[in-house]
C-alpha cells in the first residue's frame, strides 16, 4: 500500500519560513519524481514544484522562484520542499505526489500517488 504523508504546514507570518516533508512508503521513491502542488480556497490545484528521479532536476511555478526549494532524501524515502519568505498569497493546502510515468512533471495528471495535503496558512 502506497502512502504519502506530508507534515510540516501550519501558520506563519508573512516573511516566515516552513519546510514541508513528504514521507513516503509502499513505493520505490528513488524511482519516482515528486511534485508539490498547492490549492487554496476556490481555486483549482496549481503546480509548485518538481523534483526528477533522475539527475535529479528541479522545476518552480514562476510565482515561487527564488523563495522555495524542493529536494529529496532517497535514503529517507521523504521529499521536502522549504519555502522561505512566504507571502499571504502562499497560503494553500499543500499536497505532494508521486508518479514514474514520463510526464509533464507540472500538470497534476501526470501523477499516481497523493498525500492527504498539509494546511499553510500565512497571515499578513
Known amino acids: 500500500q502506497v502512502q504519502l504523508v506530508e507534515s510540516g504546514g501550519g501558520l506563519v507570518q508573512a516573511g516566515g519560513s516552513l519546510r514541508l516533508s513528504c514521507a513516503t512508503s509502499?513505493?520505490?521513491?528513488?524511482?519516482?519524481?515528486m511534485g508539490w502542488f498547492r490549492q487554496a480556497p476556490g481555486q483549482e490545484r496549481e503546480f509548485v514544484a518538481a523534483?526528477?528521479?533522475?539527475?535529479?532536476?528541479?522545476y518552480y511555478e514562476d510565482s515561487v522562484k527564488g523563495r522555495f526549494t524542493v529536494s529529496r532524501d532517497n535514503a529517507k524515502n521523504t521529499a521536502y520542499l522549504q519555502m522561505n519568505s512566504l507571502k499571504f498569497e502562499d497560503t494553500a493546502v499543500y499536497y505532494c505526489?508521486?508518479?514514474?510515468?514520463?510526464?509533464?512533471?507540472?500538470?497534476?495528471?501526470?501523477?499516481?500517488?497523493w498525500g492527504q495535503g498539509t494546511q499553510v496558512t500565512v497571515s499578513s
Open positions: 523534483i526528477t528521479w533522475v539527475g535529479p532536476s528541479t
Open positions: 509502499g513505493l520505490t521513491f528513488a524511482l519516482n519524481t
Open positions: 505526489a508521486a508518479t514514474r510515468r514520463n510526464a509533464e512533471v507540472s500538470k497534476d495528471a501526470g501523477y499516481v500517488y
